[in-house]
């Protein structure tokens, strides 16, 4: 069935160096991917998407990166700081299928040392 | 602000119970979902719906149930509670094509 696979499962960072968490999907009808935080006891947030007709998207310190060829991106976070510490998950969706479900990664927990 | 309201934040119950999950959104979105979040399985989708009285199974969705009587309420009915549906439960909805947004989900625990 649909998957997406997300990696590394964990990452650790040193403040103000950058961070890349990467995805790849399998369904190719998927053509929008969404990428959420979740911070420790709380609900999952949307941080950034992109839709399949671009290639990137940007917002502040955070940059998310589309390559449908090889089924493949990836959550940029420039200049970590401690606040950035958290669980990311990406998700892709086939937003033509009228379900407007999505297929989430496993997550990866982010954690940025002072 | 979307607000999605989940009824407990935590719950315990004993095996065999049938145990009952509230969610309400106050955005008038037609879809809605239910989620269980493992530790490193992320979210996995049990049930959704896109419409009052519609459901449609998702990856996860047997020893469960759901029931959407109102556009702003969807219900997830664990008809016998084992103990391998302990977890965290999540509840999102969405407009269309717009992003999910979620509520802040209820830890069930089954004993």
């Known amino acids: 069935g649909e998957n997406v696979e997300q990696h590394p499962s964990t990452l650790s960072v040193q403040e103000g160096d950058s961070a890349v968490i990467k995805c790849t999907y399998s369904?190719?009808?998927?053509?929008?991917f969404p990428w959420y935080k979740q911070e420790l006891g709380k609900r999952p947030q949307l941080i950034i998407d992109?839709?399949?007709?671009?290639g990137e998207k940007k917002d502040q310190r955070i940059a998310v990166t589309l390559n449908k060829t090889a089924k493949h991106f990836s959550l940029h976070i420039t200049e970590t700081q401690p606040e950035d510490s958290a669980v990311y998950f990406c998700a892709a969706s086939n937003q033509n299928s009228g379900t407007y479900k999505y297929i989430f990664g496993t997550g990866t927990r982010l954690k940025v040392l002072a | 602000d979307v607000k999605v309201t989940q009824s407990s934040r935590y719950l315990v119950k004993r095996t065999g119970e049938k145990v009952f999950l509230e969610c309400v959104q106050d955005m008038d979105h037609e879809n809605m979902f239910w989620y269980r979040q493992d530790p490193g399985l992320g979210l996995r989708l049990i049930y959704f719906s896109y419409d009052v009285k519609m459901k449609e199974k998702g990856d996860i969705p047997e020893g469960y149930s759901v029931s959407r009587e109102k556009k702003e309420r969807f219900s997830l009915i664990l008809e016998s509670a084992s103990t391998s549906q302990t977890s965290m439960y999540l509840c999102a909805s969405s407009l269309a094509a717009q992003p999910q947004h979620f509520g802040d989900g209820t830890r069930l625990s089954i004993l």
């Open positions: 369904d190719s009808a998927s053509n929008y």
């Open positions: 992109i839709r399949s007709n671009v």
